[in-house]
Structure formats: C-alpha cells, structure tokens
C-alpha cells in the first residue's frame, strides 16, 4: 500500500503553524504533546507492523502527525480525539495534505475513557502517541472495549513503559504490569528522545508493543482479579497475608486463601504473575461460597 509522500507529512514547522491557525496551545492537563519529526512517525508506522488491511484506533491524534503516516499503511484510521479543536481540524488537514487518502478516516470526538463502542470496521491494531497522564487506563480500556483489537503499539513515558513491560520479581512490577498482562504480551520496542515533541517534555518516552493473548483460565471474572491485584499492591512493603487482610476480611482469611491457591502467605505480591493472582482470586471465590 503506497504512502503518502515526503511533504505530506508534518514537520515542526507544519505544526505550529496549523496550531497557530487554530488558535490551539498545547495544555498539561490534556496531556498534550505533539510529534514534529517526521522520521518518528515512519519510525512508529514501520514498527508497527500493519498489515494493508487493519483497521487501526488511534487515541490522541492531536494536529494529525501521527494519523497521516498510519494512513498510508492501513485500509482504515479511526481517530479519537478529546479536544473539540483538533477533532474538527483533522479531517481537513488529511484532506488538505494526503487527499487521496482522506477516505480512509473517521474521526470521533470523545473522550476514549468514556467510549462504549467503536463504529465502523472493527479495529485491528492500536497505535498511538498517549497522554502521559492516562496512558494506562486508555489501554486496559481499549483493549476490553475492542477484542478484535490483536496488536498495540502506543508511545508513553518511559516510565509507565517500564512498569507496562515489567516481569515478575523487578522492582517496579505492580498493578500495570499484571493487568496489561492479563490481556496482553507486553515489550519495549525502542526510545523515543524528547526532542520529537513540541513542547518538549521533561521526560524521556518508549514504544511499548503489546500482542494480545487469551487471559489465564479461571473460574474467576477479570473484575475479582484486578480487586486482588489492587488490594495485593495497595501496601506494597506488606506480606501477602497482610496485604489481602481486608480484601478477604482478615490475615487469618487471607492465610486461608493463599495456602488454598498455593501460594506462600509471607511472599508480596510482586513476585506473582497474572496467572497466580487468577488463581488467588478463584481460591478466595471458593472460600466464600463454603461460609
């Protein structure tokens, strides 16, 4: 699938001048920065991997940086945009710069967290430039509001990229790395330098790729292990028994319910993976049910 060509893409100069004619500056509390190095957006799209018929989310597409690489290399762009400004702009710019590829484009102004549903083709892929501030709710929500959804590639503070991909046992393992983990094969697929940003920001940025893969098997719904996962991390420097004490009602009952999974009541909760707390969760089910 042909791409759009050189000028088409936007450089820095592009974007503060289509920010200027819009009258947008970029705000902390949107979380916004926005990508002026074309190479980057090659770099994303390439890294990526898609395939000539994906359809493909994107969550905060800003001025349209990103948006106007993704269009070249998919069958189909839905764009998702909180900003009323940049909602309204995109499709103009699309049209403006790559016209013969304007089709391919939904735009939908909302607020991602908020969406129920995506019309049109059901997306394959999620690439994205996130907010810093809400990166990791926007890809569990993601990827339980779309499960045709088999592949990510979101770009995010090097810090959450380093918690997103964490393994069990690491230090800063915790409730990110088990939920993405619950959906997903989390890794890093490179760093991104500050400089690509306008404005740049005061932190460091990573691509995180994530491949989808069935949760663990277990009885237990994906709510009752995200409440053990949030309970287990609440109090990190905590044992286990001391940590689940008030999710199971007491440390004796959180006693009872780790030896019933298997699992040694005086480890913390860093050292298991999204399977064990599966089991947990299923274990504190069972207990329940014979009171």
């Known amino acids: 699938m042909s791409g759009p060509p050189d000028d088409a893409l936007l450089g820095p100069a592009d974007i503060r001048r289509l920010a200027e004619s819009l009258g947008v500056r970029p705000t902390k509390r949107l979380g916004q920065n926005f990508v002026v190095d074309a190479n980057t957006v090659r770099r994303i799209v390439r890294t990526a991997e898609l395939l000539p018929d994906d359809t493909v989310l994107e969550v905060g597409p800003g001025l349209g940086s990103l948006t106007l690489g993704l269009l070249s290399a998919a069958a189909h762009v839905v764009a998702v945009e909180v900003d009323e400004v940049l909602a309204g702009a995109l499709a103009g710019t699309v049209s403006g710069r790559a016209p013969g590829l304007a089709e391919r484009l939904t735009v939908l102004h909302a607020d991602a967290l908020q969406l129920r549903e995506i019309p ?27 499960p045709s959804l088999r592949q990510a590639l979101v770009m995010v503070q090097a810090e959450v990229a380093d918690r997103m991909t964490a393994a069990p046992g690491s230090r800063i393992y915790g409730v990110p790395s088990v939920k993405v983990a619950w959906w997903a094969h989390a890794s890093r697929a490179g760093s991104v330098p500050r400089t690509v940003f306008w404005p740049v920001p005061n932190v460091d940025s990573a691509l995180v790729r994530l491949l989808r893969r069935d949760p663990p098997a277990t009885t237990a719904s994906r709510q009752d292990v995200f409440a053990v996962v949030d309970a287990a991390f609440a109090q990190r420097r905590k044992s286990l028994r001391g940590a689940l004490a008030g999710w199971a009602g007491s440390a004796s009952a959180a006693d009872h319910v780790l030896r019933a999974a298997g699992i040694d009541p005086a480890v913390r909760g860093e050292s298991l993976d999204v399977t064990a707390f599966a089991r947990l969760a299923e274990a504190g089910s069972a207990v329940r049910l014979t009171r």
């Open 120 to 146: 049109g083709p059901a997306p394959t892929a999620l690439v994205a430039n996130l907010p810093y501030n809400v990166a990791v709710p926007v890809v569990l929500h993601m990827l339980e509001l779309v």
